[in-house]
């Protein structure tokens, strides 16, 4: 099992353009997270999706915007890029609630020039 | 809603002494407590979890924690560190009820630990 994957693992952008940030997990996971890592700031949550269908804003929702493809598959976008949004970003998954255990991807090392 | 403090950004230690670091929560309902680390530019991975039971948990590479709902603390401890150890630990809280706020995790802000030799 290849767990959680994140691409890409590194990108560069300039203000206002766009991107999406993917990510696959292969562990037949419920629910998925999307977070950013700020210096100092810990991992703060963006986005989830407690299952396949559903996506919730969590506590730094703005700007970006969220698609749970299928059970496996949940994307990130940017719509227009900005310098606040330079981060690492991580995305986790989390096979039952009561668990809670969540499995986090590499990252994707963002800046935004 | 849920908050939790990590109360040392940076712990330096010298190898193989012990080291203890910080973690307090504050919740209106049960939660469940994880501690993460971070290897340097990697993903977080889970050190250990209190679910229930015995409040003394073990967890991977020799450390433990021990949860204290009095003092809502759930300092994680070990009493040898090596080189190896230099990462970054995260503590994280999440509700133990049912509903949404169940699926969520919420973080400290860090602790840097540097083993030195």
């Known amino acids: 099992n290849a767990g959680v994957t994140q691409t890409p693992k590194f990108q560069v952008l300039k203000t206002g353009q766009s991107m999406t940030l993917q990510c696959a997990q292969d562990?037949?996971?419920?629910?998925m997270y999307w977070y950013r890592q700020d210096p100092g700031m810990g991992l703060r949550l963006i986005y989830y999706?407690?299952?396949?269908?559903?996506?919730d804003k969590g506590e730094v929702p703005n700007g970006y915007n969220v698609s749970r493809l299928n059970k496996r598959e949940f994307s990130l976008r940017l719509e227009s890029a900005a310098p606040s949004q330079t981060s690492v970003y991580f995305c986790?998954?989390?096979?039952?609630?009561?668990?809670?255990?969540?499995?986090f991807g590499p990252g994707t090392r963002l800046t935004v020039l | 809603a849920q908050s939790v403090t990590q109360l040392d950004s940076q712990v330096p230690v010298f190898e193989e002494a012990p080291v203890e670091l910080r973690c307090n929560y504050s919740?209106?309902?049960?939660?469940?407590l994880f501690w993460y680390v971070q290897y340097p530019n990697q993903g977080l991975q889970l050190l250990l979890k209190?679910?229930?039971?015995?409040?003394l948990v073990k967890g991977i590479n020799g450390f433990e924690a021990e949860f204290n709902k009095s003092q809502t603390s759930f300092h994680l401890r070990k009493p040898s560190v090596h080189i190896s150890d230099t990462a970054e630990y995260f503590c994280a809280v999440s509700d133990r009820g049912s509903g949404g706020s169940n699926y969520k995790l919420t973080f400290g802000k860090g602790t840097l630990l540097t083993v030195n030799p």
């Open positions: 919740s209106s309902v049960s939660v469940y």
């Open positions: 209190y679910l229930s039971g015995s409040t």
């Open positions: 999706s407690a299952s396949e269908g559903t996506t």
């Open positions: 562990m037949n996971h419920n629910s």
């Open positions: 986790a998954s989390l096979r039952l609630a009561g668990e809670n255990e969540q499995f």
